[in-house]
């Protein structure tokens, strides 16, 4: 059984559970919304007395951070107790691709080039870094979600503002893939 | 302790994100060149799963763990910010290859740099709220 877990999970069994999650949530009188975390750090942090945007009941949300936490916490039990260590086993068209932008085949899960010590400590590194995390937080409260509250939770209730922001992340992701990528790397 | 089933729930996402290898760059960018099924295979069973169990609790009007009714709130209508705020999302996502989520699993992971990404992804959330009321939504 451990020895199955340990193996990367199939797209359906993944989907299945990622469902089941949504569930839970529903079932326990809460919604599957990561980024609104985001927010709620901020108001957290004491953003509310500088914008209002922040000001709100922010401690009714603490079971959301708590998810949160959770995550971090389910990360590292996957590295520690269920991973194989082996590479993501992407197709041979993606690596040939990614190849042609300066970046070698998958040696684990995420590339050197990007999440290395290194990388990170180069101007280029981490401003990519930097610039890709402001985009997603920026992007995520401007759209009123990010991939669980609008591609899951939102297109699960067949609302039309979810499809719209889904195709907006499909917009700005094929343009940062193939119009942005190889002015970049 | 009523928290308790949240960080259970969070950490089950956590390693269902890090299992489905959903968290990483990699299948981030293999998907948004669709040269693999993978995530649209994980992100549809999702929502096709998803659609048909909203759909019963609607219909059957069912009721969550605490007696109340299952309510599902509709997003305000508009295209505008949906459709801006979504496209600088998607840049984003393609460039760090991770969303809110996925990001923290990372670090648990043993990522450290995601921290940076994190904190910026705050920032951002930051920024937002203090120019928010100049924007188009």
Not at chain 1, 3 to 29: D, N, R
Not at chain 2, 92 to 119: D, H, K, R, T
Request: glycine share 12%; proline share 3%.
């Amino acid at each position: 059984m451990l020895e199955l877990i340990k193996q990367p999970w199939s797209w359906w069994f993944s989907g299945i559970m990622i469902s089941t999650i949504m569930f839970t949530l529903i079932y326990f009188g809460k919604t599957f919304s990561f980024s609104s975390n985001l927010r709620t750090i901020c108001a957290a942090a004491g953003g509310g007395k500088f914008v209002n945007f922040f000001s709100f009941d922010w401690k009714s949300q603490l079971w959301n951070i708590l998810f949160l936490v959770g995550a971090i916490l389910g990360g590292f039990i996957a590295n520690q107790f269920l991973s194989t260590g082996e590479a993501v086993q992407i197709s041979q068209n993606t690596i040939d691709d990614l190849s042609k932008l300066g970046f070698a085949a998958p040696i684990a899960v995420q590339p050197e080039e990007l999440f290395s010590t290194e990388a990170l400590f180069s101007l280029k590194g981490f401003l990519v870094l930097a610039i890709g995390g402001l985009m997603v937080g920026f992007g995520s409260r401007y759209a009123g979600g990010c991939t669980s509250g609008h591609a899951i939770s939102g297109l699960s209730d067949l609302q039309v503002p979810s499809l719209i922001a889904v195709i907006g992340f499909f917009i700005g992701g094929l343009l940062m893939t193939y119009v942005l990528f190889p002015l970049i790397f | 302790m009523k928290f308790l089933k949240f960080l259970f729930a969070g950490t089950v996402f956590g390693i269902v994100m890090a299992k489905s290898e959903a968290f990483s760059w990699f299948r981030i960018q293999e998907m948004f060149r669709f040269q693999a099924f993978h995530m649209y295979g994980i992100i549809g069973t999702a929502v096709i799963l998803g659609v048909i169990g909203v759909f019963i609790i609607k219909k059957y009007k069912l009721r969550d763990f605490n007696g109340n009714p299952i309510s599902f709130f509709s997003k305000e209508k508009s295209v505008v910010r949906y459709l801006i705020g979504g496209t600088i999302f998607g840049l984003g996502w393609a460039l760090s290859g991770s969303c809110p989520g996925p990001m923290v699993v990372n670090i648990g992971y043993g990522y450290l740099s995601m921290i940076v990404v994190f904190l910026f992804a705050i920032i951002g959330t930051y920024m937002y709220g203090i120019i928010k009321d100049k924007l188009p939504h």
